[in-house]
Each structure stands twice: as structure tokens, then as C-alpha cells.
């Protein structure tokens, strides 16, 4: 039996030993975990985890700006980018679903308070968020409040899905209209984009809501 006399991670070992362990990189960072074959790897289960994977992947490629800010300042600070941390919440919270009412448009970060309310109307060919936000803490100012819709679809196999968002950067902060949109329904979100006291920027997290445009 070998017996190590570093750190078992203190060299640089990449890779899958004897079919028994992987070591290899995460940001950086050294991991060893054990060697798996699944018995079988088409299982529904699986299937719908590659699903929902693929489309949550698809989502971030074409998501505006909008959306992908929140999500990336809540991956300041830690072992994960905007993306990973999109796509994994997508998978954990949508799959195997057959609609998108689990969708999370804004995670929250940095301490940002969401709306006290945010509701969503439909018009024709548009939706209008409407929003009540809180008393900001002593020092924050609310900068803008934003609304992203998406067409309502199955989380597990529609690659084609594209998310549109829209902001009101003007006190009181409180309509959002996206108009060019179809006759069919969609998932809403709204947050509000703080900045703090010291200059730095923090997110709400989203509420939900769901309109068919006329």
C-alpha cells in the first residue's frame, strides 16, 4: 500500500488512476473523487438531468445582459461562474417539470431587497410588470427595477427558448413594459438592482408571475 508523505493533492495529478479515482481541476482548485460507471445511463432521470442541462445552457447563450448580471455578482466570491450557477439552479429547480413556473430569473446577491410586490398584465402584444418597491436601508438607493419574460415551454426539451428583459431606471421605479411579444403564455420575473452604500452593486431576488399577451 503507498503511503504519501505530502498532502495527498500537493502534486500536480490529472486524470483517472486504475479506474478507481479522477483527480483533476476546478478553478484552480485540486479534487480527487471516486471513478463511477453508471449501470445505466439512460434512465429517464438521466435523461431528463442531460435534458434540462442542455437547455438551461441554451437559455444563458442568448440571455440579455439583464438577466446574466445578477447572476454573475452572485458568483463573486466563489468556486463557480454566472453560468454554472444558472444552469445548476435551472436543473435542480426545473427538471423533470412540464412547464417553466420554477423559474428563477434573479438568485438575490449581495443583500438586496426584493420587491414588497411585483405583478405582471398582459396588453396587446406586450406585458407590463408592475412593482412596489421597499424602503431602501439607510444609504442604498434603488437604481432600476427589471422585468424578463420567456415563453412558457418543456424545461427539459425546448432549446430554442429566448428570454427578454427590460428595465425602468427612473424614480419611482415602478413600470416595465416588453412589447413585441406572441400570443402565448409567458413566465415573468422581476428584482431591483440596488446600489449600496459603499459603491458596490446588489440584486433582489425575483418574484414571479405569468401573462398571455392579447
Request: proline share 8%.
Amino acid at each position: 500500500m503507498a503511503r504519501p508523505t505530502a498532502p495527498l493533492l500537493s502534486f500536480g495529478a490529472s486524470g483517472t488512476v486504475a479506474k478507481t479515482v479522477v483527480y483533476s481541476k476546478w478553478k484552480g482548485r485540486p479534487y480527487v473523487r471516486r471513478h463511477v460507471i453508471p449501470s445505466n445511463p439512460n434512465t429517464v432521470s438521466q435523461q431528463s438531468t442531460r435534458g434540462a442541462f442542455s437547455v438551461a445552457n441554451a437559455m444563458w447563450l442568448t440571455a440579455p445582459a439583464l438577466l446574466v448580471a445578477p447572476w454573475d455578482r452572485f458568483a463573486v466570491g466563489q468556486v463557480l461562474t454566472g453560468r454554472n450557477a444558472f444552469v445548476g439552479r435551472y436543473v435542480k429547480d426545473n427538471r423533470g417539470q412540464v412547464d417553466l413556473a420554477n423559474l428563477i430569473f434573479s438568485p438575490g446577491a449581495k443583500g438586496g431587497l426584493p420587491p414588497v410586490s411585483f405583478s405582471a398584465a398582459a396588453g396587446i402584444g406586450e406585458i407590463t410588470g408592475t412593482f412596489v418597491t421597499p424602503t431602501p436601508p439607510d444609504g442604498w438607493v434603488v437604481e432600476a427595477v427589471v422585468m424578463a419574460v420567456v415563453k412558457d415551454a418543456d424545461p427539459d426539451t425546448t432549446l430554442l427558448t429566448q428570454i427578454d428583459a427590460a428595465e425602468d431606471a427612473a424614480a419611482p421605479f415602478d413600470t416595465v413594459v416588453i412589447s413585441g411579444l406572441d400570443t402565448v403564455l409567458y413566465r415573468c420575473g422581476g428584482w431591483i438592482r440596488w446600489a449600496k452604500p459603499d459603491g458596490s452593486i446588489a440584486y433582489s431576488v425575483s418574484l414571479s408571475d405569468s401573462a398571455t399577451p392579447t
